[in-house]
C-alpha cells in the first residue's frame, strides 16, 4: 500500500467537536438510505458505505443501538471534505453554527470526527484510526447519537479527506451524550481493507 500519512484531529484539543443546542424543532429527521456499496457507485460513495457498516457494526458488537443513515449529515459531511480538501487545511468546523443553520434539522446535538491521508487508503484505514483514537471512539460509541453521514473526498493530489457527522434527533428517547471514553478493545472490524479512491 506504501506510506501515506494520516492524520486525525484529537477533539479533546479543539472546541467545536461536539455541540448540543436546544431550540430545535420537534420533528425527526427521518432515517434514510446509505449509499449502495456495489462496483457501480462511486469510490467515495462506497468507501462513505463501508465506514457506515463498520461503525454500525462496532455499535453492535458492544451492545448499542446502531445509527441511522442521514442524507443531511452526509451533505454536510461531504461538504466540509471538500473545503478542507481544497483548501489544505485540516480543522473542524464549527458544528455549534451548523447545528443553528438551514443544513440539519430536527436535530439537537451533533458530534464531528475528520481524517486525512496524503495518500489513498482504503475505508478500514479510516475506521481503525478512529477506532484507536480516544476522543473519536467517544463519538462511534457514543449512545446518544443515532444518527450519521459520513463524507469521504478522493483529491486530485491523491490525497483523501473524510467527515463524519453524528446527529441526534430533538425526539429521540436516548441516554445523554455520552463523554466517557470506550476502552479500544476489541475493535469489531480491525481489517484495514475495503474500498478505496483507486
Same mark, same amino acid.
Request: proline share 8%; aromatic share 4%; net charge negative.
Given at each position: 500500500?506504501? @506510506? ?55 455499535? @453492535? ?119 466517557? @471514553? ?17
Amino acid at each position: 500500500m506504501g @506510506t501515506a500519512l494520516v492524520l486525525f484531529v484529537l477533539c479533546a484539543l479543539l472546541p467545536g467537536c461536539v455541540a448540543v443546542g436546544t431550540d430545535v424543532g420537534s420533528t425527526a429527521p427521518p432515517s434514510t438510505t446509505p449509499p449502495a456499496g456495489d462496483g457501480a457507485t462511486p469510490a467515495e460513495e462506497r468507501m462513505a458505505r463501508a465506514i457506515f457498516d463498520r461503525v454500525n457494526a462496532e455499535r @453492535t458488537a458492544r451492545g448499542l443501538a446502531p445509527v441511522g443513515w442521514s442524507d443531511q449529515l452526509a451533505a454536510v459531511a461531504r461538504s466540509w471534505s471538500e473545503s478542507m480538501a481544497q483548501s489544505g487545511r485540516f480543522e473542524h468546523q464549527d458544528i455549534g453554527e451548523v447545528l443553528g443553520s438551514g443544513d440539519v434539522e430536527g436535530l439537537r446535538a451533533m458530534g464531528e470526527n475528520i481524517a486525512t491521508s496524503s495518500a489513498a487508503v482504503p475505508a478500514g484505514v479510516l475506521h481503525v484510526g478512529w477506532m484507536r483514537s480516544d476522543e473519536h471512539r467517544v463519538n462511534v460509541l457514543n449512545p446518544g447519537f443515532d444518527r450519521l453521514g459520513i463524507g469521504v473526498v478522493c483529491a486530485a493530489d491523491g490525497s483523501v479527506w473524510a467527515t463524519q457527522e453524528f446527529g441526534r434527533t430533538a425526539s429521540a428517547d436516548l441516554p445523554a451524550i455520552a463523554s466517557q @471514553t470506550p476502552p479500544q478493545e476489541p475493535i469489531a472490524r480491525p481489517a484495514e481493507d475495503g474500498p478505496g479512491c483507486g
